[in-house]
């Protein structure tokens, strides 16, 4: 079964960190650029984060950078969101996605908004991220 597969979310208190995992099986993620994407109650999708299929290019919403690390592994066949000093307003289920090519300028735009949903080969099912003292 091809499939992406996100662990690692949880409750968390203000401050605290989390790593979420993005793992691909039944395929390679060596030719996709991976994006993860947060979406709040009531709130639309948003853009948090993107890696090109190298790994040398990677982006952030503002509302993260710097407190968000990107990074993926080949042996393991996963990306992973590393997550810092987080906030209340980080609270949402968070999505990866797999987006076909191998394009750096891939990896810069992937959530700048400008790629619908059909345009990933692969979203995987969500993992819920409560930041909450």
């Known amino acids: 079964q091809l499939q992406l597969v996100e662990s690692g979310g949880g409750l968390v208190q203000p401050g605290g960190s989390l790593r979420l995992s993005c793992t691909a099986s039944?395929?390679?993620?060596?030719?996709?650029?991976i994006a993860w994407f947060r979406q709040a109650p009531g709130r639309e999708r948003e853009g948090v984060s993107s890696?090109?299929?190298?790994?040398?290019?990677?982006n952030y919403a503002s509302s993260v950078k710097g407190r968000f690390t990107i990074s993926r592994e080949k042996e393991t066949n996963t990306a992973y969101l590393e997550m810092k000093n987080l906030k209340p307003e980080d609270t949402a289920m968070y999505y990866c996605?797999?987006?076909?090519?191998?394009?750096?300028?891939?990896?810069?735009?992937?959530?700048?908004?400008?790629?619908?949903?059909?345009?990933?080969?692969?979203w995987g099912q969500g993992t819920q991220v409560t930041v909450s003292s």
């Open positions: 996605a797999a987006f076909p090519g191998t394009s750096e300028v891939v990896g810069k735009t992937l959530v700048a908004g400008i790629y619908a949903s059909d345009d990933f080969d692969y």
């Open positions: 039944g395929f390679t993620l060596d030719y996709h650029a």
């Open positions: 890696i090109s299929a190298s790994g040398h290019t990677t």
